[in-house]
């Protein structure tokens, strides 16, 4: 196992883990600042919500720091995208440490009003990196379930100001997409590039307490930039700030 992939492991506590990718030894993961940092965003986002009683998601954003490193950022531009509409999330993370301490700049797509059942089709996003490379495990859309465990798909490589889709319709599809789903914890323990079913079959029984997308491979890649565009999610396709109102 190599340090080439980060994957998020006991979201909610803490844990260790260690994927595929491009280098040569585990790296232990330090989860719980952005897990903190989910739950601020549902705290303030929960004091201002204009349609608390919505069945859809809608979105918002969170940033901070795994170590002694800057915060990230994340928010809405029109300076790049991949559909008709100008918009996409520009997230930045401007700094981090090496492989072996893995502190990192992150930042962040906080999903609300999510069901507490996992949509029956595997969710997807587009993304551009300003760089090429492995990817770090950055950008992931997680799902957190009440078993404490999670689910994640990511890519494995960037290749630099190009949108590729990790499983939705672009023209520039991850040709791996289908199997870019990590699983942590639940009845299968760590287990990588499993398609989503396969994933969601490790918490049969259980029910999504958070969904989001996180960059935060500063230990491998800062400074850089990701965008996001087209996040799908239960029948939902999240592309610009008018989608969190419609």
Not at 69 to 93: C, K, L, M, R, Y
């Amino acid at each position: 196992m190599n340090k080439g992939l980060l994957v998020v492991a006991g979201l909610l506590g803490g844990a260790a883990a260690c994927a595929s990718g491009g280098n040569s030894t585990p790296r232990v993961i330090v989860p719980e600042a952005e897990s903190q940092a989910v739950a601020s965003d549902d705290v303030a986002f929960a004091a201002t919500d204009p349609n608390p009683g919505r069945q859809s998601i809608s979105v918002s954003f969170f940033a901070g720091h795994i170590g002694p490193v800057s915060s990230g950022s994340a928010h809405w531009t029109q300076t790049d995208s991949n559909d008709s509409d100008p918009f996409s999330v520009e997230i930045d993370v401007p700094e981090g440490g090496t492989p072996a301490n893995g502190f990192s700049s992150f930042a962040g797509i906080n999903f609300h009003h999510v069901p507490a059942q996992p949509p029956p089709n595997a969710p997807s996003f587009d993304f551009k990196a300003n760089r090429s490379g492995d990817s770090g495990g950055s950008p992931r859309l997680v799902m957190v379930f009440s078993d404490g465990g999670n689910i994640n798909l990511r890519p494995l490589t960037w290749v630099q100001n190009t949108w590729i889709s990790e499983g939705g319709p672009d023209p520039t599809p991850d040709p791996l997409a289908a199997t870019n789903w990590d699983n942590v914890g639940g009845t299968c323990g760590f287990r990588f590039e499993q398609t989503y079913q396969a994933a969601l079959a490790c918490h049969a029984g259980t029910t999504v307490t958070a969904a989001f997308i996180v960059s935060d491979s500063g230990w491998l890649n800062a400074p850089y930039q990701n965008w996001i565009d087209n996040i799908q999610y239960g029948g939902r396709t999240i592309s610009q700030p008018s989608d969190n109102t419609n």
